[in-house]
């Protein structure tokens, strides 16, 4: 069973595993941190946000200082799908944004029949169509 987790990642509870939801790649162990996977782009902030002013003439353009604020952008390794983006001090670790307690992932959905819902959450009720044609 595949429980949607973000837009683009999903866990298979079959093999414990962080999936691509676009191309279905296993990306790292689900009990782990889904970015040991990715491909990682460390991108210079100002390639993002480019300068508003002449940063020859100023020393703040109001685009981030690369010294003090880098991007990573995190990739699915099978299909090149951006997965998550985070800015970040020069040299700093990833973080750790998403720890799933698997056992009781497992267990919370362990008595569901049918398959399983693509966008809402477990304890997500979808109100009745209340609009008319
Ligand atoms: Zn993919």
Known sequence: MRIPMTEYLDIDLDTEMWRCRRCDADIAPARDDYKTGTLVYDRDPT?????????????????????????????????????????????????????????ALR?????????????LGRDVQVTDHLHTH
């Open 47 to 103: 390639e993002i946000h480019r300068p508003l002013i002449d940063a020859d003439r100023y020393e703040f353009t109001f685009a981030p200082d690369p010294s003090w604020c880098r991007i990573l952008e995190f990739s699915c390794p099978g299909c090149g799908t951006m997965l998550e983006t985070e800015y970040l001090p020069p040299g700093h670790p990833p973080t750790h944004d998403l720890e799933i307690d698997v056992d």
């Open 107 to 119: 267990a919370q959905w362990s008595g569901w029949q049918g398959p399983v819902p693509l966008t």
